[in-house]
T-cell receptor, first 110, second 117 residues
Framework: SQKIEQNSEALNIQEGKTATLTCNYTNYSPAYLQWYRQDPGRGPVFLLL?????KEKRKERLKVTFDTTLKQSLFHITASQPADSATYLCALGTGNQFYFGTGTSLTVIP | GAVVSQHPSRVICKSGTSVKIECRSLDFQATTMFWYRQFPKQSLMLMAT?????????EQGVEKDKFLINHASLTLSTLTVTSAHPEDSSFYIC?????????????FGAGSRLTVL
């Protein structure tokens, strides 16, 4: 069956450290993978997109890797700040279809 | 950047009444919009895909007669929850498909919290 799993429901890290979130999938062949941030009571906000032929993408303190052999994406936030606390969702994309993971709730402790 | 406006943000209604939620793309045309439902601490559950000028495509298990979707223009899609019941209480979110750099990206509305008494 198709599955998208994100590591631990909740992740707590100390301010200044690097947060690493994992997205694993089975029985999908996505053309691209996206990461979104969702704050409580709000809609998700797009952060980064990485295509199947790309290994790594960066944007300011964010870095995403995509390994289609392992069927895994890693999402890193370096020099984390309390303002980074939110739920992060990965989404697999093929054409106009998107499939979301369950999300990881990140808390950055001052 | 692309902006999607969703209204109302919160609505409380009595059981048996109907509620309409609007989703507008403010600065781009969205031929495709999506409607999701989200329960506390859970991920987004896709309810239906709305295509401008044609009937919505509903996901398995979603009652099309209960959740009416209309996408009459390139900037507006509406979700009407008909004959609402307490179990319909949830957080409903819309998104629109945008292609800022040639790749499909979803721009989400802020969501609508529905409470059915």
């Amino acid at each position: 069956s198709q599955k998208i799993e994100q590591n631990s429901e909740a992740l707590n890290i100390q301010e200044g450290k690097t947060a690493t979130l994992t997205c694993n999938y089975t029985n999908y062949s996505p053309a691209y993978l996206q990461w979104y941030r969702q704050d409580p009571g709000r809609g998700p906000v797009f952060l980064l997109l990485i295509r199947e032929n790309e290994k790594e993408k960066r944007k300011e303190r964010l870095k995403v890797t995509f390994d289609t052999t392992l069927k895994q994406s890693l999402f890193h936030i370096t020099a984390s700040q309390p303002a980074d606390s939110a739920t992060y969702l990965c989404a697999l994309g093929t054409g106009n279809q998107f499939y979301f993971g369950t999300g990881t709730s990140l808390t950055v402790i001052p | 950047g692309a902006v999607v406006s969703q209204h109302p943000s919160r609505v409380i209604c009595k059981s048996g009444t109907s509620v309409k939620i609007e989703c507008r793309s403010l600065d781009f045309q969205a031929t495709t919009m999506f409607w999701y439902r989200q329960f506390p601490k859970q991920s987004l559950m896709l309810m239906a895909t709305s295509n401008e000028g044609s009937k919505a495509t509903y996901e398995q298990g979603v009652e099309k007669d209960k959740f009416l979707i209309n996408h009459a223009s390139l900037t507006l899609s509406t979700l009407t929850v008909t004959s609402a019941h307490p179990e319909d209480s949830s957080f409903y979110i819309c998104s629109a498909l945008d292609r800022p750099s040639g790749a499909n990206v979803l721009t989400f509305g802020a969501g609508s919290r529905l409470t059915v008494l």
